[in-house]
């Protein structure tokens, strides 16, 4: 069945629920003779797929060169052709092709599979986030404990020099069943300058771990980036209510609100903050 544009307009509509990375081009005008008329529209992957086309030959594949190198940047851009000048074409006429990236959904990624993780990963994926859960436990990281997630690994921090990608957009959960992981994560990821780094803790499960690092050699500056405990004070105690807590930090971060830490120091937050 022939590609319809019904069809193009459903894709740009799963990839922005989906938080899909990619850039719709579409031809905004045309004169005189060209390939396809205004409205044509195309979808460019990152990997240079298309579906559907804005007319073929040399200036359907510069299109897609230049769509490829707008993932990243995010700036949507008006192109405009010559047919005759700028591809060579005989049937000379003019087309002006706008390029608007889907922008690619953050990700949370979220350090282990507990009844806290699975929560965080939930309310996360609601709030629109992409979703990466991380435990060493095979029989926890499951399809069935984890519906939401994009991304399901099992193993530790050597994850990180394979499948896991943490870079500076990512927001990092650090939520597992034990001090000596939760150390072994925050020394492996702190270096990596994420976006967001949250560990689940006391007020003295988080200075005995920050204790241990700063003997480790990680500096006090570092470590001060580091939202321990987690989330915004809300007096949260369930899974639920603590995972309600910590997106909402997290999207606060994304937002460039800055008074995150203040609402963690209350001192009657402190001791609900536990695991």
Known sequence: MALR????????????RAGAAGVVATVVAAGGSTPRGAG??????????????????????????????????GEPTLLSFDLGDDAGMACGGE????????????????????????????????????????????????AERFPTADLRLVGGVELLDGD???????????????????????????????????MIGSAEKVRRTFEDLSRDGVAHGVLERIHAPIGIDIGAETPDEIAVSVVAEIIAVRHGVSDTAMLREKPEYKGRNRQ
């Open 95 to 142: 087309m002006s092709i706008f390029l608007e990236p889907i922008a690619e959904a953050p990700r949370v990624t979220v350090i282990g599979g507990g009844h806290v993780g699975q929560a965080v990963a939930t309310v996360a994926k609601q709030a629109g986030f992409r979703i990466a859960v991380v435990d060493d436990r095979r029989e926890v990281v499951t």
């Open 40 to 73: 044509a529209k195309m979808v460019v992957y990152p990997d240079g797929r298309t579906l559907g086309t804005i007319g073929g030959g040399a200036i359907e594949a510069d299109v897609i060169e230049r769509a490829r190198a707008l993932v990243d940047s």
């Open 164 to 198: 896991l990608k943490v870079g500076d957009s990512s927001f990092v959960v650090i939520v597992t069943r034990g001090h000596r992981y939760d150390k072994d994560w925050v020394r492996a990821i702190v270096g990596l300058r994420p976006a967001y780094i949250g």
């Open 5 to 16: 544009l019904a069809d193009i307009y459903d894709e740009i509509a799963r990839m922005y």
